[in-house]
């Protein structure tokens, strides 16, 4: 069979409200997000699996309140004394240790301002690996809302908005296969979804059922 050439072209992720898929493991995590004023001293923390829409969350947030979206990297370079508005900080959980304290600053001018913090992560604060006393006992005092692993209808739909993102059609039948066969998680869908969208650009077929079967297995195979 004849192979295509794969180019690697970037992913456009729709990250909009009215692309944020809602089911029982994440109403709650949204409406907290959409009611601010109702943070504790104006912060939460969303915490939830890999893939789990954590970021998706975070940017339709930022939209709501005009807030500034960074990552922990951002923390090295920023002039912390400026900042007059909202933040969200994704991946607060991998912050470094040289950038503690820089997080430690940016806490205290948000809350200073009026303003509100957001930070996303895998776990919860007091599983974080932090070495600033100051610092780890205020984010240990965040308000935690989670997002918990998908259920079957979620995750279906998931596979469909990733699929949709990659701009391929695939067949019902396919996403239902997968749905109640492969392991219920977000980072997972991801991952097979790439796995299939690659195959089925290399051998220039459409997403069917058989094709995702095939490339399941194959990835069952392969392990971690």
Known sequence: MVRQLILDLSVRTSLGRGDFLV????????????EPATWPNGK?????????????????????????????????????????????LDDADRIESTVERALLHLHNQV?????CLLLTARRAPRYWNVGLPDLRSRMEATDVVRIDAPDEALLAAVLMKLFADRQNA????????LARHMDRSFAEAQRIVAAIDARALAERRKVTRDLAADVLDKHRDKGP
């Not at 709650?28 to 959409?34: D, G, M, N, S, V």
């Not at 339709?60 to 979206?69: N, V």
């Not at 695939?170 to 296969?177: G, K």
Request: aromatic share 2%.
């Open 23 to 34: 089911s029982a493991v994440n109403q709650l995590a949204l409406a907290r997000l959409e």
């Open 111 to 115: 809350a200073a301002s009026g303003h």
């Open 44 to 88: 939460l923390v969303l915490v939830g699996p890999e893939g789990a829409g954590k970021t998706h969350l975070a940017h339709i947030w930022a939209e709501q309140e005009g807030a500034r979206l960074m990552r922990p990297p951002d923390l090295e370079r920023l002039d912390i004394g400026s900042i007059d508005e909202s933040v969200s």
């Open 170 to 177: 695939v067949t019902p039948s396919a996403i239902s296969w």
